[in-house]
């Protein structure tokens, strides 16, 4: 009896191990079929194009490509295609560094004028390898400086020659003082890393990290070498896509010219819950919290980390992680330490919503609800018009404009608008450009694209009208002062300066949360205003009103609002035609 007994417990425990083993198949492949579903949605509406890979608990649930890595050839992505991965390359930099740290060669806290003799003295010996690292160096970051884009990033330049572009510039800010995302501050490490060693930067990483790691298909992107599963970037163009800007590899450098697979990083990933590439002194100094950044995360070496919303829930998960965006190519690496999970999103048609995609991962892994991908209704329309015409495309925008299942973007029906001038159906494009306007009345973009499609129909007076009303809604308008000036118009009363004291801007200083984890800081240099939102550089503000202020590099404007007690309570922002007002936090 006794031995049935044991043989019927030793058949209830297997029966228990069994159900619990299919228990947990069932729910990772549930969770697999989730993030599929959600992926495939995205990939459907042309808002992801690119590999991913997903694991819990250590282990990979889910790995797959959506789309082609080469759209010429017919070649899709899949988890082995190399893809650009732009500034994830720093938390490899910031790895670097620390090796050098450990290793004695190298002084956190020194000068940077210690180990770059020849870089200015009167700003590099104030600027440590920690503001470095933490983006506080205040040295301006070159990626933003006017006409870079267009004027440098096709040529070629040896890392000493390209740092003379921005070591002579003067400070943002005093070094050390606030966090402002710099891609001049990692380009400076990589300098240091080579001068230190005696190797190039894309020799350190093969020795130091990738080959020991077995990180076989990562690497320093070489437009020279012939790569097998190397993604081409793309970008989209009103529900088409063309081949992205070339860019010399040379420029990012030690801020963004790896590239990748998910299956690597994935490799990346689960070293870094070890002390092989690090001590565990050194480890922990490469995760910590450095500087505020973002609002409520904080810049680490290479990484931001801070709590992340999981899908639509309120609840929050302490994640690490780091995005990157060059031309073609945006790219996401998530982890979250606490259930050693990791979302890995490489896309090659640039501009996906990778954060929105993130976050619904987050929530599937998790079990909380989330939100899948919306259509575009300038997609929709656009399919209708080239079929059946522009009349049938706006009856059908009416139709589905409403819809739960579509998401209306200003940008998008104006890309949709230039296509069709562009394709010579200017009257259809005209036609867009009038929706526009009815859609988004605050919209200066909107102006200046409707009075441009006047002006090619060659309604010259009415182009005019619209160019103005476009230089009004936003003062920084260059191309409509310049096209009011083709069509010999006076400007001068469009060309002023406004002046606020430095009390009252003063009265701005504070970070707002426009929407849950997005925070824009808000900071002043004497009599100019700053912004930073989360994840972006610092851009300068001008003064339209005494309350109303505007961006030089990208259409948008500021206006900050009053409360009951006469104090500055919240700030509107107004872009793309859309109004969204955050309160001011502590």
């Known amino acids: 009896m006794k031995s049935q007994l044991k043989n019927l417990s030793l058949t209830k425990g297997f029966f228990l191990l069994t159900l619990f083993l299919f228990c947990h198949v069932t729910l990772a492949q549930t969770k697999s079929e989730k993030i599929d579903q959600l992926v495939s949605k995205y990939s459907e509406y042309g808002k992801f194009n690119g590999s991913v890979l997903v694991a819990n608990q250590g282990e990979?649930?889910?790995?797959?490509?959506?789309?082609?890595?080469n759209m010429e050839w017919d070649m899709p992505n899949a988890p082995n295609t190399k893809h650009r991965l732009g500034s994830i390359t720093k938390q490899f930099t910031a790895m670097l560094i620390l090796q050098l740290a450990q290793d004695g060669k190298l002084d956190l806290q020194a000068p940077i004028t210690t180990y770059l003799p020849d870089y200015p003295k009167e700003t590099g010996n104030i600027i440590t390898v920690h503001h470095l690292l933490t983006h506080t160096s205040g040295i301006p970051n070159y990626t933003s400086f006017p006409g870079f884009m267009e004027d440098e990033s096709r040529n070629p330049y040896t890392p000493e020659a390209f740092v003379k572009k921005f070591q002579d510039k003067r400070l943002d800010f005093t070094p050390g003082e606030r966090f402002s995302y710099s891609n001049s501050g990692y380009f400076l490490l990589g300098v240091i890393a080579e001068k230190l060693s005696g190797k190039s930067y894309e020799v350190l990483l093969n020795e130091n990290i990738f080959e020991p790691l077995g990180m076989h298909a990562t690497g320093f992107d070489n437009h020279s070498d012939i790569l097998k599963n190397r993604a081409t970037g793309y970008e989209k163009e009103a529900g088409s896509y063309k081949n992205s800007k070339y860019l010399d590899m040379s420029i990012p450098y030690a801020a963004g010219s790896m590239y990748s697979t998910v299956e690597d990083l994935y490799i990346w990933d689960q070293?870094?819950?070890?002390?092989?590439?690090?001590?565990?002194?050194?480890?922990?100094?490469?995760?910590?919290p450095q500087i505020s950044a973002w609002g409520k995360s904080h810049y680490a070496y290479g990484w931001g980390v801070g709590y992340r919303k999981m899908g639509t829930s309120k609840d929050s998960i302490y994640a690490i992680e780091h995005g990157g965006g060059i031309n073609g190519f945006n790219t996401n690496i998530?982890?979250?330490?606490?259930?050693?999970?990791?979302?890995?999103?490489?896309?090659?048609?640039?501009?996906?919503?990778?954060?929105?995609?993130?976050?619904a991962i987050l929530g599937i892994i998790n079990n909380k609800a989330y939100s899948m991908p919306k259509k575009s209704v300038a997609d929709a329309m656009l399919t209708v018009i080239e079929a059946e015409g522009i009349d049938a495309g706006i009856t059908h925008y009416n139709e589905i404009k409403d819809s739960e299942f579509y998401n209306l973007e200003e940008s998008d029906l104006n890309a949709m608008g230039y296509k069709l001038m562009g394709s010579g159906n200017i009257e259809a494009s005209i036609k867009v450009f009038e929706l526009i306007i009815d859609i988004f009345p605050k919209s200066s973009n909107a102006y200046d694209s409707y009075a441009e499609a006047l002006m090619n129909l060659g309604k010259k007076d009415l182009a005019i009208v619209n160019y103005r009303k476009s230089v009004e809604l936003n003062p920084n308008n260059q191309n409509g002062i310049d096209f009011l000036k083709t069509l010999g118009e006076d400007v001068s009363d469009l060309v002023k300066e406004v002046e606020v004291t430095e009390a009252i801007l003063e009265t701005y200083i504070g970070n707002y949360e426009l929407m849950p984890g997005f925070i824009l800081a808000v900071t002043r240099e004497g009599n100019q205003l700053k912004t930073q939102a989360t994840g972006q550089p610092v851009f300068d503000v001008f003064p339209k009103f005494e309350n109303v202020f505007y961006l030089?590099?990208?259409?948008?404007?500021?206006?900050f609002n009053k409360g009951e007690s006469g104090n500055i309570e919240s700030v509107t922002l107004l872009q793309g035609g859309r109004e969204i007002t955050g309160k001011r936090i502590k």
């Open 60 to 69: 990979v649930i889910f790995k797959k490509g959506y789309g082609m890595a």
């Open 271 to 288: 070293v870094l819950y070890t002390n092989k590439m690090l001590s565990e002194k050194y480890m922990e100094l490469y995760f910590k």
């Open 334 to 359: 998530l982890r979250t330490p606490s259930d050693k999970s990791l979302i890995v999103l490489l896309n090659n048609t640039g501009g996906a919503p990778l954060n929105s995609i993130s976050n």
């Open 552 to 559: 030089k590099v990208v259409t948008a404007q500021l206006t």
